[in-house]
């Protein structure tokens, strides 16, 4: 295909995929109180633990009533804003990305409180949800943010920035807001459903379900060379740490274990657990962070919330029903 064409079949990609999640974000109304000229939206209700808001509102699906509010659909929530400074950036190829929170007056925040041994966790995340990144970036005293980043995969992707402002009142917020990342686009079939992942060597199995509206217990186990790991490293405090994002719109939903690392009850692995409550009846992409021997690893997963239940993890190695791990941490 000439050069022309591709871009021209790129660009139309782009503005289908972000043309349909600006429609998300336009059904919920613009938000008076935003600066001026922000992609602002309403949102209210309270974070949980699991950073999403209860709501019986628009991101459940039939008969979800009671299942919480999806975070990250919107750019402006609660009186805060995410300015995205860095729109567009090339596939592989290392850019920086920078942004911003800006509060009602239009003033970059610079108070953040520091959850799970951070201030800010910046997720980065291919519609596709083939690339998954999990970063950390560096606050600049201005308030303005940036990391670098390096992508191997062109197509339209979302940042979503999860933080609490500083203040006693203060609840959390996850905000959201497309990136496009230049180069030739082809997007990814979403993985089938797994029972189990490999990345590195490493074997992670997934005991549980996720549903709409119900809190579920789900635990993954590691293993490495067929043997459980029972000396799991604390990563943000924890012995794992877990994102789930609902296929199409990208709904995010970040949950972290009961225990905590060094609480005297909470054991090194093999097994992790989380509590979790889909926002809605539709398969979510499930991205588990470990740490061993010094280095992070992501296990990713696709389940479907709402399915009948499925059956138990193995208990054994891994029995050939495994599924890779996504492009790079």
Excluded: C
Excluded at 110 to 139: C, G, M, V
Excluded at 220 to 245: E, I, M, W
């Amino acid at each position: 295909m000439r050069t022309a064409a591709k871009m021209t079949a790129f660009t139309a990609a782009l503005a289908a995929t972000f043309g349909a999640a600006w429609g998300v974000g336009d059904a919920v109304g613009p938000e008076p109180s935003a600066p001026p000229g922000s992609a602002a939206h309403t949102g209210s209700g309270d974070h949980t633990e699991s950073g999403a808001r209860h709501s019986g509102g628009e991101d459940g699906g039939a008969g979800d009533a009671t299942a919480p509010e999806a975070g990250g659909l919107r750019t402006s929530e609660g009186g805060y804003t995410l300015d995205l400074k860095t729109p567009h950036v090339a596939a592989d190829r290392e850019s920086e990305l920078r942004f911003a929170i800006r509060d009602r007056t239009g003033e970059q925040v610079t108070a953040f409180q520091r959850e799970h041994d951070k201030e800010l966790h910046l997720i980065l995340a291919s519609r596709d949800l083939a690339t998954y990144r999990h970063l950390h970036p560096t606050r600049a005293a201005d308030g303005t943010w940036s990391t670098p980043v390096d992508l191997p995969a062109a197509g339209p992707y979302r940042v979503f920035a999860d933080f609490t402002p500083a203040g006693k009142k203060a609840t959390g917020l996850t905000l959201g807001a497309d990136l496009a990342v230049s180069g030739p686009y082809k997007p990814a079939e979403l993985p089938k459903p797994a029972r189990t992942a490999a990345v590195d060597g490493y074997t992670v199995s997934l005991n549980g379900t996720l549903r709409p509206g119900t809190p579920e217990r789900l635990t993954f186990t590691v293993r490495k060379d067929g043997r459980p790991v029972t000396d799991l490293q604390p990563y943000l405090g924890a012995y794992g740490h877990l994102v789930a994002l609902r296929a199409g719109d990208l709904a995010y939903l970040h949950v972290h274990p009961g225990g905590e690392a060094g609480d005297g009850a909470t054991e090194p692995g093999p097994d992790v657990s989380f509590s979790a409550t889909a926002p809605g009846s539709a398969s979510y992409r499930l991205f588990l962070d470990f740490k061993h021997e010094g280095t992070v690893r992501t296990a990713a997963f696709t389940v479907h919330a709402g399915a009948a239940t499925q059956t138990p993890a193995p208990t054994g190695p891994a029995d050939g029903h495994e599924e890779e791990a996504p492009h790079g941490h």
